[in-house]
Nanobody, 124 residues
Framework: DVQLQASGGGSVQPGGSLRLACATS????????IGWFRQPPGKERERILC????????YYMDSVKGRFTVSRDNAKKTVYLRMNSLKPEDTGIYYC?????????????????WGPGTLVTVSS
C-alpha cells in the first residue's frame, strides 16, 4: 500500500521551532515529488511547498520563505519540514502528499495522495 504519514506536530510558543517528518512507503520514493500542505482552523487547505525528486524546493507561500526549509532522506524515504520563527498564523494541521501515481509533478490541493496530518499549534 502507498502510504504517507506526517508527524512531529505539537504546541510551541511564537518564535519557536518544530521539525515535521513525512514518512512514506509503498512507492519509489527517490522518483517522487513530495508536497507539504496545511489547513488552518476554519479555512481551506493551502499548499506550502513542493520538494522534487532532485531535492529542489518550490515555495507557494511567501509567508514561509526564509523560515521553512525542507530536506529529504532517501534512505529513510522521509521528507522533513523544518519550521523556524513560528507565528500564530502557522497554526493548522500539516499534511504531506504526493501526486500518485505520476510522482514527477507536484501535488495540489485538489490532486494528490494524502496521509493523515499532524497538528501544529503556535500560541503564547
Amino acid at each position: 500500500d502507498v502510504q504517507l504519514q506526517a508527524s512531529g506536530g505539537g504546541s510551541v510558543q511564537p518564535g519557536g521551532s518544530l521539525r515535521l517528518a513525512c514518512a512514506t512507503s509503498g512507492f519509489s520514493f527517490d522518483d517522487y515529488h513530495i508536497g507539504w500542505f496545511r489547513q488552518p482552523p476554519g479555512k481551506e487547505r493551502e499548499r506550502i511547498l513542493c520538494n522534487s525528486n532532485a531535492n529542489e524546493t518550490t515555495y507557494y507561500m511567501d509567508s514561509v520563505k526564509g523560515r521553512f526549509t525542507v530536506s529529504r532522506d532517501n534512505a529513510k524515504k522521509t521528507v522533513y519540514l523544518r519550521m523556524n520563527s513560528l507565528k500564530p498564523e502557522d497554526t493548522g494541521i500539516y499534511y504531506c502528499a504526493t501526486d500518485w501515481p505520476i510522482g514527477t509533478t507536484c501535488p495540489r490541493v485538489n490532486r494528490g495522495l494524502w496521509g493523515p496530518g499532524t497538528l501544529v499549534t503556535v500560541s503564547s
